[in-house]
């Protein structure tokens, strides 16, 4: 079993940064690749950016890339999301779940948190 629980999120200005944090505990994390998805109202979960294990290999989607950065400390069991220039268009729920398949569906992962509200105002 892993628990997540993400933290970070708020509200921000267009144009602001936020930085996004995914604690685990359970089973050893750092076997576990790791990906962040969002949800805004309306609309399905979607697949933002994947990690592997070791931290070599990360993987974003169009969307965000050059403004999003992937991380992950696996001495301290958390992977982070680093948020910049946040459009509005960016305001969702946003989750972080682990896998032990590299992948950008979300059906491929098996433990996700709760979620964490990113607000951005234009």
């Known amino acids: 079993q892993v628990q997540l629980v993400e933290s970070g999120g708020g509200l921000v200005q267009a144009g602001g940064s936020l930085r996004l944090s995914c604690a685990a505990s359970g089973r050893t994390f750092s076997f576990d690749h790791m990906g962040w998805f969002r949800q805004a109202p309306g609309k399905e979960r979607e697949f933002i950016a994947h990690i592997s294990w070791s931290g070599d290999f990360t993987y974003y989607t169009d969307a965000v890339k050059g403004r999003f950065t992937i991380s992950r400390d696996n001495a301290k069991n958390t992977v982070y999301l680093q948020m910049n220039s946040l459009k509005p268009e960016d305001t969702a729920v946003y989750y972080c779940?682990?896998?032990?398949?590299?992948?950008?569906?979300?059906?491929?992962?098996?433990?996700w948190g709760r979620g964490t509200q990113v607000t951005v105002s234009s």
């Open positions: 779940a682990a896998t032990r398949v590299l992948s950008t569906t979300s059906n491929d992962y098996n433990y």
